[in-house]
C-alpha cells in the first residue's frame, strides 16, 4: 500500500507512514478505496481477503521520529482498525480478515543493534494491547529481520489471546538481512513459542530471490503465505528509488501460482514494494485458473 500512495498516488507519507492518513477524511477516503479495491478483486475472483491496517510503523520509535506521542499512537492503531472494520460489511458473504499490522522497531532493511526476545516482547505489547481491545482478528509481524524480534511479537500476541502471523523479509540470496537462514529462522521462533504462530510468511522479496530456499522439507509445512516485491532491486536499491519499479504484474502472478502450485498449503499471496491492484489482480487471476 504505501509504495503505491507514495509512487502512483503521490502521498506525502512521512516516515513511510501511511496512519497519519487517518487523521483527515481525504487520507481516510484514500485508505477506504484501497480496502474496497481489494475487496471488488475479491468478489470478482471468489477469494478471500486480508484487510492490513496502515500501522506498520505505528509504534512508539518509529512514531516518535515524525513527531507522534505514544498515546497519539495507540489511538490511531485503534481507528485503524475500526476503518476496515467498517470496510468489511461491504464484503458481503466473501470471508474477510482484518489483519493488524505490526513492523519492526528499528530499519526493516538493515537493522541496528537487535533487541533480545525479552525486549521485543515488552516493546510491541505497547501496540499489540492497543489492538487488542479492538476487533482485530489477527496480529501479522511484517518486515521482520531476525528471530529475536519475532519471538517477541509472537509471546505479546499470546500474552493478549490473539493469533499471530510473522512475516520475514529476505535479501537476494534468499537469507534474512542478518544473514540467517529462513529455516532457521522459522525454526528458532517456533523452538521458543510452542509453535504458537498461526503461521510464517515470506514478504518483501521478489520470487527470484527466495524461490530456490524453498524446499519440500517439514519446515516449509509452517510457511502459509508469500507477499511478493514487484522489483527484482535489493532492499538497498529499493531505499535509492525514486521512481516504482512495478516490474512484471503478469509475471508475478504466474511465479506465485507456480509456487502455491507446488506448496499447495500456501493460500496467503499478494504484494509488497512496487505493487498495486494490477498485481494483485493477476496473482488472483493466475492461481484461481489453476
Known sequence: METDLLFTQGVNLPGFASYP???????????????????DVGKKHDVGVILESPTWVANRDRGKSIGYEPEKLMELNKQAVALMCEARTRMGDLPTVISANVGPRDDAYAPGEQMSADEAEAYHSEQIAALAETDVDLISGYTLAY?????????????????????????????????????????????????YATYFMINCAHPDHFRSTLTDAP????????????????????????????GNPSELGKQLAEIR??????????????????????????????
Not at 505479546?156 to 502471523?165: D, E, I, M, Q, T
Open 147 to 195: 528471530p529475536a524480534e519475532a519471538i517477541g511479537i509472537v509471546r505479546a500476541a499470546k500474552r493478549f489471546n490473539l493469533p499471530v502471523v510473522i512475516a520475514f523479509t529476505v535479501e537476494t540470496d534468499g537469507r534474512l538481512p542478518t544473514g540467517a537462514p529462513l529455516e532457521e529462522a522459522i525454526s528458532e521462533v517456533d523452538a521458543a513459542t510452542d509453535n
Open 21 to 39: 492518513l487517518l487523521e483527515t477524511q481525504e487520507g481516510r477516503d484514500r485508505l477506504n478505496g484501497y480496502f474496497q479495491d481489494l475487496i
Open 219 to 246: 519446515w516449509m509445512k509452517r510457511v502459509h503465505g508469500i507477499v511478493a516485491n514487484a522489483s527484482r532491486c535489493s532492499h538497498a536499491e529499493l531505499d535509492e528509488a525514486e521512481e516504482l519499479d512495478a
Open 261 to 290: 502450485q507446488t506448496f499447495p498449503w500456501v493460500s496467503v499471496l499478494g504484494g509488497c514494494c512496487g505493487t498495486d491492484m494490477r498485481h494483485i489482480s493477476n496473482i488472483a487471476l493466475a492461481t484461481k485458473s489453476q
